[in-house]
């Protein structure tokens, strides 16, 4: 499979390599953009919500800083785009078997082989950070995991140099912060739509008492969710109204 077109002026990315920190995010989030931290480990890596994501050494743990010019919604769909990065990257390596699990993690059969955080620190830059099970054992430290980690080493064989993927990651991530840049985040839809493999869900809003039941249609350009109620009414969530998403039966 080939590498990623880069648009024309394709940022210069800084590296940062690091030991051990508390967080690669944390890091980042002093830094400008066009700048990515990697980490051997992290001792407070962290999902949604501050929920504790295990950063043992022998996984990819890598911050972004993407810049973030123009109309503030226009970067709603980032978090989702990271998703869209993140496949299509090991896409280019020859990982087969992905989906995408609401809103950003990407699952192999039952495994997690990688989630995605995105935070603010400045109204300028958004930190995408990404970690990735490449040849890490966190089932060794927090024994519930176990058979719920998918690991690149054991995926395919060879395995690409931890280097080859960051430096292709980041690639990515580069692309799809220009298609949301220059307008074109809708390019990205008919392959990030095809990931999800979502079908009947339970959707909990802030603003609802109740769960909404429906059919998941997918997301549009702006990352707002598109729902098909039980009743055969079409509805659209913005991201931050989706607090959870269950799939069902």
Known sequence: MSAPALPE?????RILQLDVVSS???VAGKLPGWNAVVARSQLQGRGRYRRSWVSDEGGVW????????G???AWSILPLAAGWAL???MDT???TGMRLRWPNDLMVERGKLAGILVERYSAETAVVGIGINYDNSP???QPDLAGQVARLRDLIDPTPARE???VQLLAHLAIAQNHIASGRASEMLPALNAAWKIGRVAVATPSSERQIVGMFLGVDERGRLLLETENGARICLPPNEVEILRELP
């Open 9 to 13: 002026t394709a940022p210069a990315w």
């Open 24 to 26: 690669t995010n944390d």
């Open 62 to 69: 890598l911050s972004a800083v993407l810049p973030t010019p």
């Open 71 to 73: 109309d503030p919604e």
């Open 87 to 89: 496949r299509e990257t």
């Open 93 to 95: 390596f020859g990982v």
């Open 139 to 141: 089932e060794a430290v």
């Open 164 to 166: 080859t993927v960051v």
